[in-house]
């Protein structure tokens, strides 16, 4: 007899945080009272930047992300005071190795009580990787346990950036994070879990389950229009087809 596989742990993902009004049943993260920290990394905001940010517990820049924040909030709010926008959206810290924030935006910032922690010392990890560690290990979030991790500007630009960003992904396994642009979202499934996803919004109904450096032999999925079934039915390269539907019913 076949010995029984072990029950794995399940990790729940959405995109509730991205709606108006988050629905409060338990069926969604957002029900469960998540803690969400926003990081800000050096690539054009997303539309719904305000949104996030003020469902954020706390709010992060990655260096040049700082540049970002002060050039870009005001472009989303056109029918508010600029000056008056910048002082409402000023981020908790901003982090990294200070080498793309512009002197005036730096100033402005520690002027207006934004810590300001340099990391020019080091040189082996990305801003993304420093700004994650430092909100899961240094700063006091209630409800950590729940916590997840929003990151805008992770994608778009250079595509060494764009995989350099993927690839911290997989340096916090156990960590909720999801990368955001306008139109997509990115998180990892890692395979020590069970994964339930509801995608509210966004991208509509599409998804794509891609694999990393190596086969996934053992994927299955239900609420798709074409699941994964079986193991070794993802062909050599580890899915079948990389893009998906979620069915009507289920996502």
């Known amino acids: 007899m076949a010995p029984t596989p072990p029950v794995r742990p399940v990790m729940s993902h959405s995109s509730a945080f991205l709606l108006p009004s988050p629905p409060s049943s338990s069926a969604a993260p957002d029900g469960d009272g998540d803690a969400y920290a926003l990081l800000v990394l050096n690539q ?4 719904f930047a305000p949104l996030l ?18 050039d870009d909030m005001p472009e989303l709010l056109p ?20 080498d793309s924030i512009r ?6 910032y520690s002027n207006m009580g934004t810590q300001i922690v340099d990391e020019s010392h080091d040189q082996d990890t990305t801003d ?25 500007g992770a994608l778009g ?14 340096l ?12 997509c979202l990115i998180f990892l499934l890692p395979r020590t879990h069970t994964h339930n996803i509801h995608i509210e919004s966004i ?6 389950l891609i694999p990393i450096g190596a086969p996934s032999t053992t994927t299955t999925t239900t609420g798709l229009r074409w699941n994964l079934g079986h193991p070794g039915n993802d062909g050599n390269q580890g899915v079948k087809a990389p893009s998906h539907h979620s069915s009507k019913r289920q996502r």
């Open 128 to 152: 993304l990787h420093k700004c994650i560690t430092f909100v899961t290990e240094k700063l006091a979030i209630p409800n950590r346990s729940n916590l997840c991790i929003l990151v805008l």
């Open 44 to 47: 054009r905001l997303p539309r």
């Open 157 to 170: 630009g250079r595509f060494d950036h764009e995989m350099g960003n993927i690839n911290v992904l997989h």
């Open 103 to 108: 002197p005036e935006v730096k100033e402005y």
């Open 203 to 208: 991208e509509g109904p599409h998804c794509g």
């Open 172 to 183: 916090f396994p156990t960590n909720r994070i999801i990368l955001l642009s306008d139109d």
């Open 53 to 70: 940010w003020d469902r954020a517990r706390v709010r992060v820049c990655a260096d040049g992300g700082a540049n970002r924040l002060f």
């Open 79 to 98: 029918g508010q005071d600029p000056d008056e926008v910048r002082r409402r959206y000023k981020p908790d810290v901003i982090k990294g190795d200070l």
